[in-house]
């Protein structure tokens, strides 16, 4: 069974920073690219950030040279470090790994930028 479980959100100010964390189970972690997300009140779900099984990433143009997306093949956890965060960033923010088969997602966690 697959799990995804995020961590890491909250409130923060206007130029603060956050960590998340997405903690995998149920799958082999290391094959497989990972996704965040996130999704403001209102608007669609968008990609912020994917890493690949090897290593690379790509980002949202929005977050690109803010946020940096990274993994622990030996933990099952993908990280999004997030700086410089605006208020536009405020949002639920979801992990995601696409399986053949099936997009799973985590159940979101809550960040908010106050201005």
């Known amino acids: 069974q697959v799990q995804l479980v995020e961590s890491g959100g909250g409130l923060v100010q206007t130029g603060g920073s956050l960590r998340l964390s997405c903690a995998a189970s149920g799958i082999i972690f290391s094959a497989y690219s990972m996704g965040w997300y996130r999704q403001a009140p209102g608007k669609q779900r968008e990609l912020v950030a994917r890493?690949?099984?090897?290593?690379?990433?790509t980002y949202a143009d929005s977050v690109k040279g803010r946020f940096t997306i990274s993994r622990d093949n030996a933990k099952n956890t993908v990280y999004l470090q997030m700086n410089s965060l605006k208020p536009e960033d405020t949002a639920v923010y979801y992990c995601?790994?696409?399986?053949?088969?099936?997009?799973?997602w985590g159940q979101g966690t809550q960040v908010t930028v106050s201005s």
């Open positions: 890493i690949f099984s090897a290593g690379t990433a």
């Open positions: 995601n790994v696409p399986l053949a088969a099936y997009d799973y």
